[in-house]
Structure formats: C-alpha cells, structure tokens
C-alpha cells in the first residue's frame, strides 16, 4: 500500500503562486507514476498533471499547460506541482494519485492510490 498527503493548497489572489506537494510513504519502491487531478464544486475531476515514473515524461492538461510544472524528488519521495499565474477557474480540490503502471497516464481509473485532496481558491 502507498498513502498519499497533499499539502500547500490555500487562498491566493489571481495572478498569483502556489506550490502543491505530494508525500509518499509505504510501499514506495516501485515505479510509480503520479498524477495531479482537481475538482471543482459541482464539476467532475478532471486531470492536471502527471509524470513518470523516472521523471522522464510529463502530461498537461491544455488548460494548465505553460502555467504548472510538475516535478518528482524520489530521494524524498515527494512529487510536487508548481502552479503559477493561477486564474480563479484554477479554484479546487486538488488530489494526488499514484500508479505502479509507471507511464504518466491522464486515466484516472489507472490510479490505484489516492490523497484526502487539498483545497485551492484562487481570488478574482
């Protein structure tokens, strides 16, 4: 088993940054891939962001592309998501997910391990 903590969500204006972090602890010695995902009230999660498992490869949803980066420090076993020029539809509950698959996928039903989320509210 693999338990998942976010952490870093809060209140920012729009315009502003935030930096979200995943910590990993269990069962982590394996190539898991990680994956950020939102949801929003009334509004389906939806996917952010993933990376690989070797760090190699990472995934954007269009929406977030040129303003997030996601990085992993295995060494930590963290993966972070650097969120910038945030806008208020960035406005979420933003979950990490693990997956031993170790491709950086944008299913989330190939996610086998799941965070409690953090919240993220991005003021006009």
């Given at each position: 088993?693999?338990?998942?903590?976010?952490?870093?969500?809060?209140l920012?204006?729009?315009?502003?940054?935030?930096?979200?972090?995943?910590?990993?602890?269990?069962?982590?010695?394996?190539p898991?891939?990680?994956?950020?995902f939102r949801?929003?009230?009334?509004?389906?999660?939806?996917?952010?962001?993933?990376?690989?498992?070797?760090?190699?490869?990472?995934?954007?949803?269009?929406?977030?592309k040129?303003?997030?980066?996601?990085?992993?420090?295995?060494?930590?076993?963290?993966?972070?998501?650097?969120?910038?020029?945030?806008?208020?539809?960035?406005?979420?509950?933003?979950?990490?997910?693990?997956t031993?698959?170790g491709?950086?996928?944008?299913?989330?039903n190939?996610?086998?391990?799941?965070?409690?989320g953090?919240?993220v509210?991005v003021?006009?």
């Amino acid at each position: 088993q693999v338990q998942l903590v976010e952490s870093g969500g809060g209140l920012v204006q729009a315009g502003g940054s935030l930096r979200l972090s995943c910590a990993a602890s269990g069962r982590t010695s394996g190539p898991y891939a990680v994956g950020w995902f939102r949801q929003a009230p009334g509004k389906e999660r939806e996917f952010v962001a993933a990376i690989s498992w070797n760090g190699r490869i990472t995934r954007y949803a269009d929406s977030v592309k040129g303003r997030f980066t996601i990085s992993r420090d295995d060494a930590k076993n963290t993966v972070l998501l650097q969120m910038n020029s945030l806008k208020p539809e960035d406005t979420a509950v933003y979950y990490c997910a693990a997956t031993p698959i170790g491709a950086a996928t944008r299913v989330a039903n190939f996610y086998a391990y799941w965070g409690q989320g953090t919240q993220v509210t991005v003021s006009s």
